[in-house]
């Protein structure tokens, strides 16, 4: 009988952006309260709708800071799982991973390239990972899909992934 273990986890809490939450959060909120006392008298309803909208987007950044504060990167056998909020869903297979080192500044692009993802963004990567082939991701919610041949991420203890997606050594 083979027993198999667990999947391995490792977190991100270090790509939290709290400053920047908090920046959002503020200029979202202050930005509701003025809309809604300039259209109260003249458009209750659309005063108390994007009132409502400002509320759902206060509740959206507020989960999405408490998912990245909660979620991990999870390594199974055949694919390295990343499910970071409703941002980024990739399940990266393992069999197409060439490389996987530190991130250093010389591997960030120069501009704009389709086949590279800071996952972790707005965070500065401490993990490139590279693959053979272009690998399938998911974007917001899964409404963009991209086929990318880097991907770039944040993690809490790099050393111990990379260590973990090395091939064990030959009996």
Do not use: I
Request: proline share 11%; net charge positive; no cysteine.
């Amino acid at each position: 009988m083979t027993v198999h273990a667990p999947p391995a986890e490792f977190t991100y809490r270090s790509a939290r952006a709290g400053a920047m939450t908090a920046g959002f959060a503020l200029a979202v909120a202050v930005e509701t309260l003025a809309v809604h006392l300039w259209l109260a008298a003249r458009h209750p309803a659309w005063a108390w709708g994007l009132t409502a909208l400002g509320a759902a987007s206060l509740a959206y950044l507020a989960a999405e800071y408490r998912a990245a504060g909660r979620g991990a990167v999870r390594l199974r056998a055949d694919a390295v799982v990343l499910r970071l909020g409703g941002s980024v869903a990739a399940d990266l297979p393992r069999g197409e991973l060439a490389e996987a080192r530190p991130f250093t500044w010389r591997d960030a692009p120069d501009g704009p390239d389709p086949r590279y993802l800071n996952a972790m963004a707005p965070a500065d990567p401490n993990v490139l990972l590279s693959f053979a082939r272009p690998v399938p991701v998911r974007l917001a919610w899964g409404l963009v899909r991209r086929r990318v041949e880097r991907v770039a991420l944040r993690l809490d203890d790099p050393a111990a992934f990379v260590g973990a997606l090395r091939p064990p050594p030959p009996p």
